[in-house]
């Protein structure tokens, strides 16, 4: 991983979703590129992207709910590509993220 995150355009343009959501799966995809998945603990991945843990829970958990994230006792990775990112849609009280197009690949694997 480099010392840095790259947000693609596709991803912070998306005003769906909320910017920790955003950090969260540039942190992820950061180690996706390297060819690894996130080993360490949420409160270090907390301390790092400057959130409380608690915070960082709950939108882990948004995110896993929806199927864009997998989190086993061992590691976290992203289940979705930059592409199907795009589709992101949040319902009105910003609470339930629907993503079609994930639900698409998931009846199709």
């Known amino acids: ?16 979703l909320q910017s920790a959501d955003k950090l969260i799966i540039a942190f992820l995809r950061s180690y ?6 996130f080993f360490g603990s949420t ?3 907390a301390s790092l992207i400057g ?4 915070f960082l829970n709950s ?6 709910r929806v199927g864009i994230i997998h989190q086993s006792q061992s590691d976290l990775k992203l289940l ?5 990112l795009k589709t992101f849609q949040v ?9 079609s197009a ?3 690949v998931q009846q199709t694997n």
């Not at 939108?59 to 896993?64: I, P, T």
């Open 51 to 54: 959130v409380e843990l608690g």
């Open 32 to 37: 996706e590129k390297a060819g690894r998945y």
């Open 1 to 16: 991983m480099n010392n840095f995150l790259v947000i693609e355009y596709e991803l912070l343009a998306n005003r769906n």
């Open 59 to 64: 939108r882990l958990e948004a995110l896993k």
């Open 80 to 84: 979705v590509t930059l592409e199907q």
């Open 91 to 99: 319902n009105k009280n910003n609470q339930n993220v629907v993503m």
């Open 43 to 45: 409160q270090y991945m």
């Open 102 to 104: 994930i639900q698409a």
